[in-house]
């Protein structure tokens, strides 16, 4: 989602100074907010001043090699922030997001943000040619299996999620309608991707995102990535709508991808399809039945042949999405999240990352509450399910009150009950 900058309020010893959006970003007033950081810088304290709860401090940071200064939310407090602002972070308590180990994902002083991933971009030249023809890292073949609790590196189904999250498109706004097609999906990726670090590489020099078009930047922008990524054994991470299902796309060599303009050929052997198959069984049902999926891959450093791109894929991970590209882990949550867009309401998907099943988060957060309110869809009806129900029930019962959350038991054929009237 598209936010705004609000005003910011500089203090030095006594004197309080406001500062508008236009003040900080027009031309005409350049060189005075220049000298206002530049006086400000170490020594005074900066605010943000948009209704957000908590302190919301800013720090100013200067450029390297330059005289160009900027300010940047101080780390872990994005949360401080309304969800509009620019220096807002979602809460990593209200999704998967806070079950990782401590510097997976780290925030730096100036707003970018480092991530630890369980296999990394760059190619390393040390197997022998005929090795690495022959076998393939055989440790990414099998796939990356479904995380566990608590890990210390960040899976390709975690950066996906972490892309969509960061990239605000686990949320919704009436305001939102009608506004999101795979051109807007593509520019707020790769906004993220400008500020996110793998170790010390840019992401955004990996990432190649499906766009609707052939011309423009969008496309032009992935194959230059991609044919650099054949000289700098980069490897590349795509993402991409599955394509609508058809016949025959299942297992075959090279896999199905909408929007593919600029990306590679992505090379697909039978072990990887075995692998999504049985990592990603939902989801494959979900796709071929006509609903809207979201590849993550990963492939080796491409190659050229006869005029053309190819990259043999190590890994993939699957997120189904509404028609809105809200992530979904089931039909019923599909349901509930097209009846919340109907009804103009404002809700977020907490996604899981890398999160254990120990994690306890609920489907949806309803946000147009005067507190947000968990959503559950009870949608299976097994032994260890219902155990987990119970458990998370008495949860939310603790922590919000017994009228404090809402609960559809899909499973048994219950009607969807009557939402929380917003405001309440």
Known sequence: MDRKLYPVEVTLGSNKRPYSPEFQTQDEFKDGWKRVL??????ADVRCTCPGDGEKRLSIHSRA?????????????????????????????????????????????????KIKLKVGLQQRAAVAPQDSENS???????????????????????????????????????SMEGKRNLGVVHHHLMRVAMSTYAGRVRFSQNLVIATPSASGQQAGQNKAKSLDAITQRRRLVVVAPLAQHQEGMDGSSILPIAGFHGIPHLAVDDAIWA???????????????????????????????????????????????????IPVDSGYEALIAEKLVAEKRRFEKPLRFDAGEDAVFPDFWLRDLAVPAPLEVWG??????????KDKAAHYDETYGAGGWWSWNAAIGDPVPDLPQPGQ
Not at 165 to 172: C, E, I, R, V
Request: charged share 20%; with cysteine; proline share 6%.
């Open 38 to 43: 530049l006086m400000a810088h170490g020594k």
């Open 136 to 174: 393939g890292p055989a440790e990414t073949k099998a796939g990356t299996p479904r995380p566990r609790s608590g890990q210390a590196s960040m899976t390709l189904l975690g950066l996906l999620h972490f892309l969509w999250t960061q990239a605000g498109l686990h949320t919704w706004a009436p």
């Open 275 to 325: 692998s999504i198959e049985r990592r990603f069984a939902r989801e494959i049902d979900a796709w071929r039945a006509g609903n809207p999926i979201i590849a993550v891959a990963q492939t080796d450093p491409p190659r050229s042949s006869g005029g053309s791109m190819r990259a043999q894929v190590v890994d993939v991970s699957l997120m189904q999405i509404t028609r809105d590209w």
């Open 380 to 389: 299976l009806s097994t032994s260890d399910y219902q155990t987990r129900k």
């Open 65 to 113: 090699n330059s005289d160009r200064f900027h300010l940047a939310r101080f780390p872990e407090t994005g949360a401080e922030h309304s969800e509009d602002c620019v220096y807002y972070g979602v809460d990593p308590n209200m999704s998967g997001l806070g079950s990782y180990r401590r510097g997976v994902v780290q925030e730096l002083d100036d707003g970018a943000v």
